[in-house]
C-alpha cells in the first residue's frame, strides 16, 4: 500500500488549522489505498522518509526562512535519501504572518536538491487563514494523495 508521509512544524493556532485541511483532503473518503502517516518535523527520520512514496511539507515562515524544525528534518534526511527517493512526488504549505518568500525559496531549493517532483501547487497563506486558504490545503491533501492511489 502506498504510503504518503505529512511532515510538518504547527506552533501555533493558524499552522493547526492548514495541517487539518491538509490531513482531511489527504484522507477524504474518496482517497483509497494510500495509507496516511503524520510526523512532526522534530521526530521524523529518514526510515519515514524512505519508507513514503509521496510528502506533504508543512512549515511557518520564520524570520524569512522555513521553520528551524523542518530544516533539521531535511538536514537528517537529506543525504541518507538523496539517491533512493529521487522523484518521488511532494506538495507543501506554508504559513506567515506577511511574506513567505524566503521559506518558500528554502523549500524549493532543498526539495530540487534531492530531486523529488512538485504534484500540487504550493499553498502560500499570510495572516489568519480564509475560508480559501483552508480549502486550497485540503485540495493539495487530497492531489497528493490522490497521486499515490493505485
Known amino acids: 500500500m502506498p504510503t504518503l508521509l505529512i511532515v510538518h512544524h504547527t506552533p501555533s493556532p493558524n499552522c493547526q488549522t492548514l495541517l487539518e485541511a491538509v490531513v482531511s ?5 474518496g482517497i483509497e489505498g494510500v495509507r496516511t502517516v ?24 520564520n524570520l524569512g526562512y ?3 524544525a ?3 528534518f531535511f538536514d537528517q534526511v537529506y543525504y541518507p535519501c538523496l539517491d533512493a527517493t ?8 506554508v504559513h ?4 513567505v518568500t524566503g521559506a518558500v525559496r ?8 534531492l530531486g523529488w517532483r512538485r504534484a500540487a501547487e504550493a499553498v502560500k497563506v499570510t495572516g489568519e487563514p480564509d475560508k480559501a486558504d483552508v ?16
Open 96 to 99: 506567515g504572518g506577511n511574506d
Open 38 to 61: 503524520r510526523r512532526a518535523a522534530l521526530a521524523a527520520t529518514a526510515s519515514d522518509v524512505l519508507e513514503a512514496d509521496g510528502y506533504l511539507l508543512g512549515t511557518p515562515a
Open 135 to 150: 480549502q486550497a490545503c485540503w485540495e493539495l491533501g487530497a492531489t497528493v494523495a490522490a497521486g499515490l492511489m493505485d
Open 106 to 113: 528554502a523549500l524549493e531549493s532543498v526539495t530540487t536538491g
Open 70 to 72: 523542518l530544516k533539521h
Open 86 to 93: 529521487r522523484g518521488r512526488p511532494f506538495g507543501y504549505w
Open 25 to 29: 483532503g489527504a484522507t477524504t473518503d
Open 66 to 68: 522555513m521553520s528551524g
